[in-house]
């Protein structure tokens, strides 16, 4: 039987954010029509003249912080101008189980090509390492290998300049050959999607976010030869503060649900991340970003502990390098 989250704090502070994005919507209802109307960021729409026009008379600040690296795992709208390269180097740590040493890397490396003022594609390829040893349920393990590529796609649908705020759908269909978790050899395909709403609550200075990501996949074990399901949702909200306008901090919370099966099937367990997240610019072509996230709450099918460490680990950290071109 799927048990109902005990959750209702983290919750609450997980839908803060978005309701701070969707109580904007009846306040400027007509002056976002009227922006909209300018911008026809929907798809099947042809932007008109007015688009250049409008986005000419802004007020800078849209162009000075690009949103979608000040909040950690979350993600902001931002896709970048028309014509920009970006390389990414993105890495993911996981660490602490219930017993013995765990800790995992998983590591993203993107070229991201923004197409146009809405469309931005990125291939890119992964790597991951395990150092595992006397942890229950998993083999020994310690290794660093190629792990897979990815091919990330990402539309703008409401551009948070004309709009009260701002809409990027994601998608990311991938291929795995070594599980990040565990370090097994496996032969994986799968994708996840995601819709990023973000908005500018303070002028130059108090953005926030708000998440929702769909992962599904399906597994070969190359030992066994047997197939399994997974899949993953997770809500995430932020808020980051301009500190300097090349440093940004923020406080980033994520609640996560696992399942078995491809399409949110059976739950097996949750869990609920939270931690402070920042954003530093170096210079105009470098910037770096993260966040270090401990598990508060979460619990497993059958386990009546605390925290979930069959599906989750107690902490989980993030570094990203971006260098624009």
């Known amino acids: 039987m799927v048990r109902k989250s005990s959750f209702p704090g983290a919750i609450a502070a997980v839908a803060i954010v978005a309701g701070h994005l969707a109580s904007c919507v009846s306040a400027s209802a007509d002056e976002g029509a009227r922006g909209l109307a300018y911008a026809a960021p929907w798809p099947g729409s042809t932007p008109g003249l007015g688009v250049n026009k409008l986005a000419g008379g802004l007020p800078s600040t849209h162009a000075d912080i690009d949103t979608e690296h000040i909040f950690g795992f979350s993600m902001g709208s931002d896709i970048g101008k028309p014509g920009e390269i970006e390389v990414e180097f993105e890495n993911v740590g996981a660490f602490g189980k219930r017993s013995g040493t765990y800790a995992a890397w998983a590591n993203l490396n993107q070229v991201k090509y923004t197409v146009s003022d809405n469309f931005r594609i990125a291939p890119g ?167 270090w996230q401990m598990q508060v709450a979460g619990s497993a099918v059958g386990d009546n502990r605390s925290l979930n460490l069959e599906q989750f680990e107690r902490h989980q950290a993030l570094l990203r390098l971006n260098l624009h071109f």
């Not at 595992?132 to 020994?140: E, H, K």
């Not at 399906?218 to 047997?226: D, K, M, P, S, V």
């Not at 105009?284 to 970003?289: A, P």
Request: without cysteine.
């Open 125 to 291: 390829f992964a790597l991951s390492g395990q150092r595992i040893n006397g942890v229950p349920g998993l083999a020994d393990h310690s290794d660093v290998a190629f792990s897979g590529a990815a091919l990330e796609l990402r539309y703008k649908l409401v551009d948070r300049a004309v709009a009260p705020f701002g809409l990027t759908l994601h998608a990311q269909p991938g291929w795995s050959r070594i599980d990040d978790a565990s370090g097994m050899h496996i032969a994986q395909y799968g994708a996840e999607f995601a819709a990023l709403f973000d908005r500018e609550l303070v002028k130059d200075r108090l953005f926030a976010a708000f998440n929702v990501w769909y992962g599904t996949g399906g597994t070969r074990e190359i030992a066994t030869n047997l197939w399994r399901h997974d899949s993953e949702m997770q809500l995430q909200a932020a808020i980051s503060y301009a500190v300097q306008p090349e440093l940004v901090l923020g406080l980033g919370v994520r609640y996560a649900r696992a399942y078995d099966g491809g399409a949110l099937d059976r739950f097996v367990g949750d869990a609920v991340f939270a931690g402070p997240t920042f954003s530093y610019t170096i210079s105009k072509e470098v910037g770096i970003s993260g966040t």
